[in-house]
């Protein structure tokens, strides 16, 4: 792999993620008191307004990007078949839709989601004191 053959680029990606872990955890920290800001505005008008936005942010996401990344890096073999590769795609398409529906489904439960915002600044304080943890773990580790 290239990364693992070039220092000065493997070094220069560990530090740019821990810095992001570290930026993420410490807008968790700072943000789990303050309350939900869903205004009229912010909801999408139709269910295919809502999945396209929900599309859009998860393929935009850098932690999806970085997830799926490393399991194509170290669990695809080099000379795999182009059958391969499109059963990766389409399993990993439908873990991210199952979750994401999963979730989706699990927080339009007026009582689950009641229950997460009553313990919504301990959840996001200790994730976000978990994430900052990790990256500084990363900054400080060979």
Known sequence: MIVSQVEWLYLGIRLVGAAYLIWIGGRMILGARKPPQATPEMLESSAFA????????????????????????????????????????IIAAAV??????????????????????????????????????LGGRLLLTR
Not at 60 to 79: E, R
Not at 96 to 108: E, K, P, R, T
Not at 121 to 126: A, G, I, K, N, R
């Open 50 to 89: 809502a999945a396209r936005k929900g599309y859009l942010v998860s393929m935009t996401n850098p932690k999806a990007l970085a997830f799926y990344g490393s399991i194509f890096a170290v669990m695809v073999p080099a000379h795999a078949p182009g059958w391969f590769y499109a059963a990766i795609v």
């Open 96 to 133: 991210s839709g199952l979750w994401y529906c999963g979730m989706a489904v699990l927080f339009s439960s007026p009582a689950v989601r009641g229950g997460f915002m009553r313990f919504k600044v301990v959840f996001e304080t200790l994730m976000g004191v978990f994430l900052v943890g």
